[in-house]
């Protein structure tokens, strides 16, 4: 499967951002969607995760800010992003993996074997 992220961009603090991750095949077929971030000079970070289930697992810099939904008519995966900071600017990454995952390990960038190729996202006044 290839993913296909877009819709980054810049933003003023406090503002929003939806991103996409588009699969070339049917997104029905993968449990696991994870993004993560990787921000100048840092490593790269698990944001928020998801089951087709619904459950999520999220790091605490994206609670209640974050949110993922999926559009299997679309075959396409979002990540919309509330209230901004500047410190969430970075490179954001979707990525799937076959087969399931347990909830704890859905923000392990190692358990994912599929990654987009990362948008912008720049926070700044």
């Known amino acids: 499967v290839q993913l296909q992220a877009s819709g980054g961009g810049l933003v003023h603090p406090g503002g929003s951002l939806r991103l996409s991750c588009t699969f070339s095949?049917?997104?029905?077929?993968?449990?696991?969607i994870a993004w993560f971030r990787q921000a100048p000079g840092k490593e790269r970070e698990g944001v928020l995760a998801?089951?087709?289930?619904?459950?999520?697992n999220s790091a605490d810099s994206a609670k209640g800010r974050f949110t993922v939904s999926r559009d299997n008519a679309k075959n396409t995966a979002y990540l919309q992003m509330n209230d901004l900071k500047p410190e969430d600017t970075a490179v954001y990454y979707c990525a799937t993996r076959n087969g399931r995952l347990i909830l704890s390990a859905l923000l392990s960038a190692r358990q994912y074997s599929y990654w987009g190729q990362g948008t912008l996202v720049t926070v700044s006044s």
């Open positions: 998801s089951r087709r289930d619904r459950s999520t």
């Open positions: 095949e049917d997104i029905r077929n993968y449990d696991a």
